[in-house]
C-alpha cells in the first residue's frame, strides 16, 4: 500500500509546484474547473427537471387510476356493499370475541 501511495503523493506535490510556479497554469486549470462546474450544474438541473416530470406523469397516472376505481365502485355499489361484509365482518367478529 506504502508503494502505491508515495507516487500519488510525490504527483501531488508536482501539480501543486507546478501550479505555484506557473501563473498561466493556474488560469488553465482554474477556468477548465469552472467549466467542469457549470456543466455538472446544468446536468444536476436536467435531471432534476426530468425527476420532476417523472413524479408528475407517475401522479396523474394515479389520479387516473383512483378516478377508475372510484368510477367502478360507483357502478357496482350494490356488489360492494354485499361483498365489503362477507369480507370484513368475521374478521371484526373474532377480534371482538377474542380475549
Known sequence: MFLLVV?????????????????SGREIVGRNLLQWNGQLNAK?????LSKFTQ?????????????ELRRFFRQHR???????????LPPLIVLLLAP
Open 44 to 48: 444536476i438541473k436536467l435531471w432534476q
Open 7 to 23: 507516487p500519488f503523493l510525490f504527483l501531488l506535490a508536482c501539480a501543486g509546484a507546478w501550479l505555484l510556479l506557473f501563473p
Open 78 to 88: 350494490i356488489v360492494f356493499f354485499m361483498v365489503f361484509p362477507i369480507i370484513f
Open 55 to 67: 413524479s408528475k406523469r407517475f401522479l396523474a397516472s394515479l389520479r387516473t387510476a383512483a378516478n
